[in-house]
């Protein structure tokens, strides 16, 4: 059985969303990233702010604060030929992998580890619900 990684923590003065998405873009956090990054969250912030009256923003799930992968982004995203076994471990444990199987499943995800299931399980899984759904219309 795999053990889920324990992933060391250090305190940070940014918050740790910028400091997740510096290390998911540029591959590590530097000052210099987090800074840039954190300028570019600002400025779109506040273009949000206002035309929030005009667009409907996506949100996240309700379900995803509950998540036992938040803030895993690079576990649950690997690249080609690494190992899913540990993404797998953690959605195991999770107490919200239903809603995110259906997440995944109607928002058609096309990458990473969703309820444990990586693209090609959850394509075939869309594919048999879709059948199983035919039939039954047919069968009415």
């Not at 919200?96 to 499943?105: F, G, H, M």
């Amino acid at each position: 059985m795999w053990e889920v990684p324990t992933l060391p923590t250090v305190p940070d003065p940014e918050p740790a969303s910028i400091v997740e998405a510096a290390r998911s873009l540029c591959g590590l956090a530097t000052p210099r990233a987090v800074e840039l990054l954190r300028r570019a969250l600002e400025a779109i912030e506040a273009e949000r702010v206002n035309a929030r009256h005009m667009i409907d923003l996506p949100r996240r799930p309700d379900w995803h604060q509950h998540a036992a992968c938040r803030g895993m982004t690079e576990l649950m995203y690997p690249s080609q030929g690494d190992d899913v076994r540990p993404a797998i471990a953690i959605c195991n444990r999770c107490p919200v992998i239903e809603p995110c199987l259906e997440y995944a499943l109607d928002n058609v995800e096309r990458f990473g580890i969703w309820a444990g299931l990586s693209e090609k399980p959850r394509r075939r899984l869309r594919s048999q619900r879709r059948q199983a759904a035919t039939t039954e219309e047919r069968s009415a």
